[in-house]
């Protein structure tokens, strides 16, 4: 919690669109940043992210499937930042109250994840399997 009150400290004007394209991007590269700090859920996602990546190395798939399992790879990620997103604005009108509608806010958030996260799973398969099958 503490992490937050400092992030949002220094965003006191959160609330204007930037009219600088590079502010936006720092905005953008900020937010990324404060998932990567926060998120113990995206930390995983990332060691799983470039194990993938490796074993599409070592296995020599082709670029397509490379193309397939990077696409795979960021969609599992931005919606973990979603989720994120949307957890935190969820706390925010919530407050430390228990609200039905906020429980299904959150979960939705969090399947939606789940579901990227277990397709994720089949594409590597998909991606890997007659791979590893030739090797033995």
Same mark, same amino acid.
């Given at each position: ?5 400092? &992030? =949002?400290? $220094? ?5 204007? !669109?930037?009219?600088? %394209? *590079? @502010? ?5 590269? +900020? ?5 990567l ?16 990546l ?7 798939? &082709? =670029?397509? $499937? ?5 696409? !795979?790879?960021?969609? %599992? *990620? @931005? ?5 994120? +997103? ?30 990227? &996260? ?19």
């Amino acid at each position: 919690m503490e992490k937050k009150i400092k &992030s =949002l400290e $220094n965003r006191k004007e959160s609330y204007k !669109t930037s009219k600088n %394209v *590079l @502010i936006s991007f720092k905005y953008a590269f +900020s937010g990324i940043n404060y998932v990567l700090k926060t998120s113990r859920n995206f930390k995983i996602q990332l060691i799983f992210a470039f194990a993938s990546l490796m074993i599409g190395f070592l296995l020599q798939i &082709s =670029l397509n $499937n490379y193309v397939i399992l990077i696409a !795979t790879i960021m969609s %599992v *990620l @931005i919606l973990e930042i979603l989720n994120t +997103s949307i957890e935190s604005i969820v706390d925010l009108v919530v407050k430390k109250e228990f609200s039905g509608l906020a429980k299904i806010s959150k979960d939705t958030s969090a399947g939606a994840v789940l579901l990227a &996260s277990i397709n994720s799973v089949i594409i590597a398969v998909y991606i890997f399997f007659p791979k590893i099958k030739l090797l033995f």
